[in-house]
Structures are given as structure tokens and as C-alpha cells.
């Protein structure tokens, strides 16, 4: 089987995101869409998220490949160099089938005349990888390959933590599946699974979680379908138990798409009297009612596409007992998943993220009921976004009292806590939970 056109798909994808900024999530699905073969399906996936993950690295080595730079209307060969290094420098796959592969797709992509050049470059490569790899790791960016600005926040933020932190944000993510608890206990869907061939293990930091040894599709998990499990990091299965949500309570989840915790609060307190679901952005909340559909728990939230920051459109005037603020952050804690933000953040983004995040804090805490509760999360490993933000936050109320969260959840913060990435084998959280007094 030919796997020309994956290869070609993989440099097209990363051309995408590398020089015109489209996320993963905006381009991918539509190119898989593409392969009807499972294996081509998978080997454009390993390729594009493997040469992102690579890219600060791979970049640099390329930069000393050639000899000047290709010119613009050649990016995308730029692109398919890239995939090629991968392939023979981080991937390690037998030469041959990279190297003849890689050519063939500069004829596809019509430029024949850059065959030579693949080959030449992709040849050397091969040829002067341990110097190369020396040469380029005297650059930050190239070693631990991360943008500059991440590194230099990282050591700032985390002076004893930023190394392990980078590591952490290259490696291949686990799969990990939060169980309904309402309809089927962890020991008893870990049986279900073991029968069907699906190893896995419990995480001991959620009670729900359950990661699996392999990534599987989720068609092939027993229950899928009909809401026994979802796929969802174990340090994001913390949300839902930390609001302390009970039957009864009035709930906001305050930016809610695509529902992952939406529907972890409804699996904890199936007696919500109300639960209303929030995001600004309509098309993705329509995943929430569908999340939800899957969970047997379809219609049970008002859905609402809104600026939660802008309460004068859309709230009752019914004070909230709990309110989710997931709020959207720089996403740094989980780029293991996200390899596409390495390129698309800024360092400029940083300080926008956290006016837009300080924003929503202050028009939510009014709807905020006395003696209610308000959990801030961000998957930022950011200080900016985290405990800095609350620390203003908190100096300019008198009616908020931080509600101390369990002492055993990542690393005590000036404000709330942070689950780094890496430890315990979770995506990098942050939590603070708010009460109203
Ligand atoms: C971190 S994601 C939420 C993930 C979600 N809670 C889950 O568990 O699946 C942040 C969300 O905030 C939404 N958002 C950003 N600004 C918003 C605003 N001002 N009002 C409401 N939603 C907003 C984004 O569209 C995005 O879906």
C-alpha cells in the first residue's frame, strides 16, 4: 500500500498550522475524512502531531540542512521536509520508506524539480544526525523544542519545575476514560473492559478515571455509545467533585463547550434543579446537547450561546449556588494533547487571556448565591492565568474566601492549586475554589 498521499496530507496539515495559524482542530478531521483505510488514517495523525510536537527542533536542524532558506511559494516543501525529519530523526523509521515516500510527494505536490533536493537534505540528515542533533541543542528552543517565550515563562513561573514541565508537554498523552459512576461502578467497567481485550489501570487521583495501556477507538469501549464512560483527562474529572455540586442546587457552568464537565456534574447530581450550560460559541455547543444525548442526559441543561461575561443578557436575576469557571486560557497545561498551540500562541496572548478571564470572574461572582461556591479551572501552567489573576481578583473583594482545597491535589498555590503536567500522569490543571460570604 502506498502511503504517498498520507505523507502528502501530513506536510499540507502542518503547512496549515505552521504559516497560516489553523488549529488541528479546524483543518484535521476534514483531511482524515479523506482515507477510508484506518492505518493511512493513523500514520497522517502520527505524522502531524509528531512533527508539530518536533517542530522547534526539527526547524533548527532543517535551517543547517539547507543551504538558504526556501522561498515563500515553497512552503509547503518546507512542510514536507519537515514530516521527512521526522520520520527518519524522532520517528526512527526504516529510511527507505521515508525517503522514497518523501520524494515522491514533492512530484506530487508538481514541483519535480525539488526531488533532488528531498532527497539530498533527508540524505544528510540520515547521514549527520548525531552532530546535527548536537549542533542544535545549544539553542533552548531546539532542545526542549518549545517556542522561546514558553521556556523563558516556564522558568520564571516554575524556577525548579520548568524542565520536567517541558518533557512532560512532548510526550504521546494516555487515553483516559472518566466511568459513569451513576450506572456502573470503576472495578465493574474495568472488568467490561478486560473482557473486551482493553487493558487499563485505576488513577488514583480520580475516582472515576480509568487510563488505558493503548489508545483505542471509542467505538470499541463497551458502553460508549450508550454513556458508560467518556474520554476525558483525569486532572479535568476534578472539576465536577470539587464544586461539591448536591441535588437541588442551581448550577452555571459558565463556559461549557464541548461539555466534557457539563456532563460530569449532571453523572454527580442527577437532581440538579436547574443546570444551565453557557458558551459564546454556538457551533461548539451544540457538542454539549449532543455530550449529553450520549449520556442518557439529553435536555437537561438550558443551553445558552452567550458572553457569559455579559450577564445582563441572558441571567434570570436567580443568584447561582455553584458556578463552573472553566474559563479559556492558554490551554500550556495540556500542549501534550495540543502539540498545533506550540505554534499558535503568542507570548502577547498571555496577558489578553488573563483581562478576558478577570473579565468573567467579575461579571459572574454577583450571580453567585451567599455561601455559594465558584471553581475556577484553566489547563494553564501559566501563573499569569492562575493564582496571580485571583490574587487581584480577591484583593479588591470583601465578600470572597478562599475555600481550601484538598491538600493532597498538586502544588499549594498563593491562591488555589496546580496540578502539574506530567505528575501523576495528568494534563496540567489549575483549580481555586471561591466562596461567596
Ligand atoms: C476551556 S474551554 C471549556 C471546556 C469545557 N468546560 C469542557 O469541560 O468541555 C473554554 C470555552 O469557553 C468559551 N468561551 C470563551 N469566552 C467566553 C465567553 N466570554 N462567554 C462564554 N463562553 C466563552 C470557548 O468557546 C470555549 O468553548
Redesign the pocket.
Known sequence: MSSTLPRKSAALLVQRVVDQGVSLGDCLSAELDRFDDRRQRALVQELVYGTLRWFHRLDAILGRLLSRPLKRRDRDLHALLLVGLYQLLMLEMPAHAALSETVEVARQLGKNWAAGLVNAVLRNAQRRSDELLQAVNALDSARWSFPEWWIRRLQSDWPDDWQPILEAGNRRPPMVLRVNLGRIGRDDYLEQLRSAGIEASASALADSALQLRQPVAVEKLPGFAAGLVSV?DAA?QL?APLLQVADGQRVL????????????LLEQAPGLEQLVA????AT??Q??EQ?LQRLGAGGRARLLA?????PAQWWDGRPFDRI?L????S?SGVVRRHPDIKLLRRDADIPVLAR?QL??LDALWPLLAPGGMLLY???SVFKQENSELLQAFLARRADVRESALPRDLGRPQAIGRQLLPGEQDTDGFFYARLQRI
Open positions: 476525558q479535568a472539576a457552568d459558565a463556559c461549557a463547550a464541548p461539555g466534557g464537565k457539563t456532563g460530569h453557557i458558551d459564546r460559541d461548539r455547543l457538542r454539549v455530550n452567550a458572553d457569559a461575561g455579559d463552573l472553566d474559563a479559556p486560557c490551554a478576558a473579565r468573567l479551572a484553566t489547563c
